[in-house]
Every structure is written in structure tokens, then in C-alpha cells.
């Protein structure tokens, strides 16, 4: 396992100016209320690097630095809060376990970076993470320019290392891959679970803990995101967290729920008939939908740029919905206008890994960039009906729809990594009463 968080830091540290320092630091543990904190997650730029996983920890790469290029800061052991708290690897354990150079206390930070930032041109540090380093390493930099009658060389160049790393996370190794295809496989066991669990008067919640209970048992201990679990008029709410309502007989639920596994997300929805059977109109718009993620995956393969899966997505509900008459004038007008995005108003899907939005640019130099072997990502299309949208048929009201599956780009097209998550009208409705 080390040796891959080595070579990463190794493909690293080639990747920045000469002379230069890079600094990560750990996520923040957060409280929940008063006495009682959220479970801990490291921060995944961190753990990418080093697969450390314990709070109150930085990491320095030197990679000009003839013996200690890779430096960790950590909590000292400490029999008494190890009783409370759980054990810590200590500095003696950051070296042997992690394979760091040297390792010093979390608690000498202040005091010893300054001399180990000394001489360094350029510092790289994360733009974006919020874990608040920039402040310190300012504080890093004054204390070096005070210094500077006695000789002392403080860093020249702040610059920002997210560019450089989401690029590499953007690429997934073998070892990731393997870890995502489990992530899939968990989630596409809770996804059928629920479906078999599913029953007119069961409460959002009770379905979401089939989920909570198939991710925990496979080894999943968290979900990657906030699960959507949306019945009725709520299934056309995109962010829909509450999942307190009561399922009722001849609507349908959308939940979009996926687990965490080792740090690997997966991000499915299914919308299925609460009763197990979809009434015309529902069928209906699932079939624009299926179309739409169709026709969508097909467009994925290396070399296509990555906005035709959406345009294409668009292209096909919008001849969906002007079949049925949700929508009226030409294709090419609506299109234009935008007149589709009170249907369906997000774009087709997101890079997924390490974070369920994962790291990665979608255009380069102003253009939607090519899609390469490695990438991983979402194909989610979707339309939704709230019953508040004025002149259409109360038939279509309260039905919204998404299809959404992990798809993975490989040498020649993609890899389905969830190809067993019930998807046709008839595969749901046959779960569902099964």
C-alpha cells in the first residue's frame, strides 16, 4: 500500500518548479453539537498522498531535499486521551508505517517550520481545501523575513498545487479503479434492496436505512453524500435531503444514494413506483429519461469532448417532451432558448472518485476538454415536474425521473460500473413486486 502514496508523491514532486516546498494539511475534526463531533474524514488530497487518516497532521514534500524529503507533523502518543480517543501512530509510527523522512509533533509546528521553509523559492499549498494553512503559512513566511539581516531567505512565490494534483486524481490508477468497482458493487446492492423494501406508507427514512444498512454491512461505513430519498412531489426537488414524508400508493421515489468505500464514491439514483407498478404517464417520462442515458453513454469514449454526452441528453428530452406535449414550438428554438431547463435544469453528470464532485477541470484553455482513458464519471439525465409549474396537465405533476450510473473511460468507449442496478421498465417494475 505504501509504495503507492510513495510513487504518487514521487510523480509529485517532478511535477513542480525546482526549489520548491509543498505543503498539505489535514481536515478539520468539526463538531456536531456542544460535547460531540461528526465522524472524521481526511481530507482526500491528504490521504491521496499518504494514507494517513488521523486529524492534527500536515505534510511537507521537499523534494530537492537531499534526506528528508518527505516530512510529517502529527499528534504525540498519549496513553491517557488513546484510552479515550482511540490509539495514534505518533511520530515513531508516522516513519515506520507511513514512510516518512522524519516526523515531528503537531505541537512544534510553529517553531520548527520557518527553519524548514528557509531557502525554499516557491511554496505550493491547496487554493481550495478548507483547512485554513494559508494563514499559517503566512505567519511561516513573516517569520523567516524578520530574519532576513541574519541571512535568512524567505520563499519567493505562493502558488496554487490544485491544477497539478486534480490532474493526477483525475486519472485513476488500477488500485482506484478496483476500489470504485467495489463502491459500485455495494451500492447496487443497496439500490435493489431497497427496491425489494419499498411499500405504500413506509416513511422516506425507513427506505433511506436500507441503504444506510446495505453500505454498513459490505464494509461501506458512510455514504459519499447526503441521500436524496424522494417520494411524490419531492422527487422533483434535486437536493432534497429531508426524507421525512410518507411514501404514498401510485408515486413514484427517487433516491439517489451511494456509499463511500476506502475513500471511493459511487453515485447511483433509481426512480421506481412506490406500488410497483408505473402509471402511463410515469412511463412515459422514465422512457425519455432511459433514452436520454442511452443515447448519452454512447457518446462516451476517448477522444469526444465532454459536453456531447450533455447536448446530446438535451437533445433527447427535448424531443421527448415536445412528443408529449410538455414542451411546444421546434426542437431548435427550445434548444436555443433554453426553454427545456424548467424540465430539466443540471448538466448530464460530474467526475466522481476520491470526492462525489471529484477534482478535475471540464475545459481547457476556454474549450470543453477530450475525455482520456482513466476517467471516471456520473451519466445522470433527469425531468422534473413540480406541481407548482403553471399551464400543463396535472396528469404529469409530481413526476420527476433521474438514471444515473458511474461509467468509467477506457482505450476504446467505457466501463459500466454499475451494470446491475435494475434500469428498464420492467427490471424495476419486477424488483419492485419481486
Known amino acids: 500500500m505504501q509504495s503507492i502514496f510513495s510513487e504518487r508523491r514521487s510523480q509529485l514532486s517532478e511535477k513542480v518548479l ?56 502529527c499528534r504525540e502518543r498519549d496513553p491517557l486521551r488513546e484510552q479515550w480517543d482511540g490509539f495514534r501512530t505518533g511520530q515513531e509510527g508516522a516513519i515506520e ?40 503559512i503566512s505567519d511561516w513566511i513573516e517569520s523567516i523575513r524578520k530574519n532576513t539581516r541574519a541571512g535568512a531567505e524567505p520563499p519567493q512565490n505562493l502558488l496554487s498545487l490544485d491544477s497539478i494534483l486534480h490532474e493526477m486524481r483525475l486519472i485513476k490508477e488500477d488500485y482506484e479503479m478496483n476500489l470504485m468497482r467495489q463502491a459500485a458493487n455495494i451500492t447496487t446492492e443497496a439500490h435493489v434492496r431497497a427496491m425489494q423494501a419499498v411499500t405504500p406508507g413506509m416513511f422516506e427514512y425507513q427506505l433511506e436505512a436500507e441503504y444506510l444498512y446495505a453500505f454498513n454491512k ?38 439517489d444514494a451511494g456509499c463511500e468505500y476506502q475513500y471511493y464514491a459511487s453515485d447511483v439514483t433509481r426512480t421506481f413506483p412506490v406500488n410497483g407498478k408505473f402509471s402511463p404517464e410515469q412511463k412515459e417520462i422514465y422512457s425519455i429519461v432511459l433514452e436520454a442515458h442511452k443515447q448519452s453513454m454512447e457518446e462516451a469514449k476517448p477522444g469526444n469532448k465532454w459536453n456531447l454526452m450533455h447536448e446530446k441528453s438535451v437533445e433527447v428530452i427535448v424531443e421527448g417532451l415536445l412528443s408529449i406535449g410538455l414542451l411546444k414550438g421546434t426542437k431548435e428554438e427550445i434548444i436555443e432558448k433554453g426553454e427545456y431547463s424548467k424540465f430539466y435544469m443540471h448538466r448530464i453528470g460530474h467526475w466522481l472518485g476520491m470526492d462525489v464532485h471529484d477534482v478535475g477541470s471540464y ?17 445522470e439525465p433527469g425531468i422534473y415536474i413540480l406541481d407548482s409549474i403553471e399551464g400543463i396537465d396535472d396528469k404529469w405533476k409530481g413526476i420527476g425521473v433521474r438514471i444515473e450510473d458511474d461509467i468509467a473511460i477506457t482505450d476504446s468507449g467505457f466501463e459500466l460500473l454499475t451494470p446491475d442496478v435494475p434500469r428498464t421498465i420492467e427490471e424495476v417494475e419486477q424488483t419492485v413486486q419481486g
Open 363 to 379: 475545459k481547457r484553455d476556454g474549450d470543453w476538454r477530450e475525455l482520456e482513458k482513466g476517467m471516471v464519471m456520473t451519466v
Open 18 to 73: 525546482e526549489d520548491s516546498a509543498i505543503i498539505i494539511s489535514s481536515a478539520s475534526v468539526k463538531s456536531r453539537i456542544s460535547d460531540t463531533e461528526y465522524a472524521y474524514r481526511q481530507d482526500s488530497n491528504f490521504y491521496y498522498l499518504s494514507g494517513y487518516e488521523e486529524p492534527e497532521s500536515l505534510l511537507l514534500i521537499r523534494p530537492d531535499h537531499d534526506k528528508e524529503k518527505f516530512v510529517m507533523f
Open 218 to 255: 459490505n464494509g461501506a461505513r458512510s455514504p459519499a453524500y447526503n441521500s436524496i430519498v424522494g417520494g411524490g412531489n419531492n422527487s422533483c426537488i434535486l437536493h432534497y435531503v429531508e426524507n421525512n414524508a410518507e411514501l404514498q400508493d401510485g408515486d413514484l421515489v427517487l433516491v
Open 97 to 136: 508505517q507511513y514512510g516518512a523522512d522524519a516526523a515531528h509533533s503537531i505541537n512544534s509546528i510553529g517553531e520548527m517550520m520557518p527553519s524548514l521553509l528557509e531557502g525554499v523559492k516557491n511554496i505550493y499549498f491547496s487554493m481550495s481545501a478548507p483547512c485554513g494553512v494559508d494563514l499559517k
